[in-house]
């Protein structure tokens, strides 16, 4: 129950980035804790907690994108937008509370972009993304969740930023944009 309490949050989120659909993700999530719960006798401490858990969400993760395939249909989920807290980052507000209608819609069609532009990734290059930007991982601790080197966490990243920079281009029709 401790676990659940404290990482459920930062693995739905993990996995949300990785399938793009609230249910699954819930799945995703649900199959990593009964794996961490089944494997805990096997948990040697050699690396901390936190990276091994991240693993086999990640690992779950990438096994449900390779079975139900990468092209599904994005699920857009806007609870979060109903659970803001500030003006503006929900649904279009009335310009009356200080919100400006065309900047919220801006907002939306950007985090849209986003969810689209995650689905082009591979799961490897999308997992490090959402380690590094979502969860602000190190590299060292993205390396060992990963289990591969530093080097190669640092070039997944690198091509997986660029990726996602043509793909937000093409989507958000920035052809003023240069990817370089």
């Given amino acids: 129950a401790e676990l659940v309490r404290r990482y459920q949050r930062k693995a739905y ?3 949300f980035g990785m ?3 609230a249910d699954d993700a819930r799945d995703v999530v649900q199959d990593a804790f009964v794996k961490v719960h089944r494997h805990l006798p096997n948990f040697k401490g050699d690396s901390s907690f936190y990276t091994w858990f991240y693993r086999i969400v ?3 993760g990438i096994d449900h994108v390779r079975k139900h395939g990468r092209n599904q249909a994005v699920d857009y989920d806007d609870t979060v937008a109903h659970d803001a807290d500030g003006p503006g980052d929900g649904e279009l507000l009335p310009s009356t509370l200080g919100v400006n209608p065309a900047t919220a819609l801006g907002r ?3 985090r ?3 969810h689209k532009a995650l689905e082009t990734l ?3 290059h999308r997992a490090v993304l959402l380690m590094r930007e979502s969860e602000g991982m190190s590299y060292e601790e993205m390396a060992e ?4 080197s530093k080097g190669t966490i640092m070039s997944r990243l690198f091509h997986a930023r660029k ?3 043509r793909v937000l281009i093409e989507l958000l029709g920035g052809s003023n944009y240069k990817v370089s």
């Fill in 145 to 148: 969740a990963m289990e591969c």
């Fill in 112 to 114: 849209e972009a986003i």
């Fill in 163 to 165: 990726n996602m920079q």
């Fill in 19 to 21: 399938v793009h659909n």
């Fill in 58 to 60: 990640v690992n779950v």
């Fill in 108 to 110: 939306r069609e950007i």
């Fill in 122 to 124: 591979s799961p490897n």
């Fill in 13 to 15: 989120s993990l996995a």
